[in-house]
């Protein structure tokens, strides 16, 4: 199993930027892909982002692509995401979760406690 922890997030003004980190440990070489899902209070929690975790390939939502970029370090067992240009409607706790197929957004388990971002207007 693999134990996952999420870091980075905090309260920002719309137009900043913020960074996430996910530090993966465990049964790290499971992991086939890695996201980033979010849940906003009252709302179900929805995918955001996802990496391949052997290579570069990834996918967004429509409404983060141009302003997040997700990253990994294979070496440190650590993904990202860069959010830029936040807008209050990205305020939700931030989760990161594995998968061991590619792509189904209803494959990732292992979540961490989450990290709330907040964005205020």
């Known amino acids: 199993q693999v134990q996952l922890t999420e870091s980075g997030g905090g309260l920002v003004q719309a137009g900043g930027s913020l960074r996430l980190s996910c530090a993966a440990s465990?049964?790290?070489?499971?992991?086939?892909?890695m996201g980033w899902f979010r849940q906003a209070p009252g709302k179900e929690r929805e995918f955001v982002a996802a990496i391949l975790y052997s290579g570069p390939t990834t996918r967004y939502i429509d409404s983060v692509k141009d302003r997040f970029i997700i990253s990994r370090d294979k070496d440190k067992n650590i993904m990202y995401l860069q959010m830029n240009s936040l807008k209050p409607e990205d305020t939700a706790v931030y989760f990161c979760g594995a998968a061991n197929t590619w792509f189904s957004p209803t494959a990732f388990g292992s979540w961490g406690q989450g990290t709330q971002v907040t964005v205020s207007s």
């Open positions: 465990g049964r790290t070489g499971s992991n086939y892909a």
